[in-house]
RNA sequence: GCAGGGUUAGUGAAGCGGUCAAACACGACAGACUGUAAAUCUGUUGGCUUAUGCCUUCGUAGGUUCGAAUCCUACACCCUGCA
């Protein structure tokens, strides 16, 4: 993988093309969560049709059901998920902070137990890495140890989860090196390393030197929108944006709403993912003009024959699906409100991005 | 016609003398959701409201009782047996 500066705006902000061995994306770019291979509710043609150029998947779920090994069988990821366009996976390291409560993080890696069928099991950064070359993404993730931001969190637990992350890296590039011998550099996955620290500055500046200064091919942040507030990450993104070599590309993990794309994508940041443009308007909540926040089906949209967005050019918009249509599927319970909605919210997302494209 | 059973808030359905403005479910209304254990979760849902407050409700009309959705009587409607 290789990426390619192309422009710059503002102070740190920054156009480019990540050229991935399945193909080619401008940057900046939002990448949409397929936890399970697909975009909840979204064919992949529906999901190109937004202008997303790379789907992520994740390892953790794909490891437990159906497993590396019957996704390697039918042809990787793409195969398995019938998708010709850039993938990536994400590590595994944010379950180890989202599912706590069952698992247990020791120096050789973590014990947890499989929620669906109580299944004891363990992933290691060296087995994230067999796991997610099987999977085949085009792009994956360091196994990396994230805390949230909570009262109980004291600094030498995120001390303690900064040094791992690190440790942790050092292993993960060991054995993708070991891995990826035989494959020759144009054919294999593009690796992230983790950039960790909360929020204390100095140590995420020590946590991107480290990062930058290891064989990775991209740098990820991760970490951040996990409690803290809008003003809190913004200030960590502001410290580490002077500090980005130009040749890799800088993904923040897990970010975010509209408002939080801007400040990302401003401090120069190329990559980011999350499920909420999906899991909301799943959930009937899509944005709107000016970033009006809309929850469809809200009594007032009963008989509103307007898109959600008259400007917008996404399919449902494009072709008038009205609000009332919408906000009478979602109270009916059939999911094409939520494949409607998703559609909208991606392309929200899509129309940001391509907005400092320009 | 006779004998049983039933009628509870938008719907279904608990309650069977006081702790009942009345469980619960659904519906309705509103909110949350940030590297997806999430097509999920939370709150409100008789009226007035600041209320541990007042008012009106449990088929209809009476009655018993300090007190009734709960007991009695009559009536109305519905269901099931026997004719």
């Not at 159906?66 to 793409?78: N, S």
């Not at 992230?192 to 480290?210: A, H, N, P, T």
């Not at 308007?281 to 307007?306: C, I, M």
Request: glycine share 10%; net charge negative.
């Amino acid at each position: 993988m290789v990426f390619e500066e192309k422009s710059r705006f503002g102070e740190f902000g920054r156009t480019g093309v990540l050229r991935t061995r399945a193909g080619d994306v401008n940057t900046p770019t939002f990448m949409p969560d397929g936890t399970r291979g697909a975009v909840k509710g979204l064919t992949p043609d529906q999901v190109s049709e937004t202008g997303v150029g790379i789907v992520l998947a994740n390892t953790y779920h794909l490891h437990l059901a159906p497993g590396e090994e019957v996704i390697k069988g039918l042809g990787g990821l793409h195969g398995f998920a019938n998708r010709k366009g850039p993938m990536l996976t994400d590590s595994g390291g944010f379950q180890v902070f989202s599912l706590g409560k069952h698992t247990k993080i020791t120096e050789e890696g973590v014990h947890f137990v499989d929620p669906k069928t109580g299944d004891k099991r363990f992933i290691s950064p060296e087995i994230s890495m067999q796991i997610q070359l099987d999977l085949g993404a085009d792009m994956i993730v360091a196994f990396d140890h994230l805390v949230g931001l909570d009262d109980e969190i004291t600094p030498e637990m995120i001390k303690d989860a900064f040094d791992r992350t690190h440790r942790w890296l050092e292993r993960c590039i060991v054995e993708f090196k070991r891995l990826t011998s035989a494959t020759q550099e144009k054919d294999r996955p593009a690796l992230f390393g983790v950039v960790q620290g909360g929020l204390d500055i100095e140590l995420r500046k020590e946590s991107l030197r480290i990062v930058q200064d290891s064989e990775v091919d991209g740098i990820a942040i991760g970490g951040l929108s996990v409690g803290e507030t809008r003003e809190e990450m913004a200030i960590i993104l502001q410290a580490l944006a002077p500090l980005y070599r130009d040749d890799k590309p800088r993904f923040l993990l897990g970010v975010g709403t509209p408002e939080d794309l801007h400040i990302a994508i401003e401090n120069g940041i190329d990559m980011l993912d999350c499920v909420l443009p999906t899991r909301n308007a799943r959930h009937s909540s899509v944005w709107g003009a000016d970033g009006a926040k809309l929850t469809l089906t809200n009594e007032k949209f009963k008989q509103d024959p307007d898109p959600i967005e008259i400007s917008c050019d996404c399919y449902t918009c494009a072709n008038g699906f009205s609000k009332a249509f919408l906000r009478h599927q979602f109270k009916s319970g059939d999911p094409l409100a939520g494949t409607l909605a998703s559609i909208h919210n991606l392309r929200y997302m899509m129309r940001i991005c391509e907005g400092y494209r320009k």
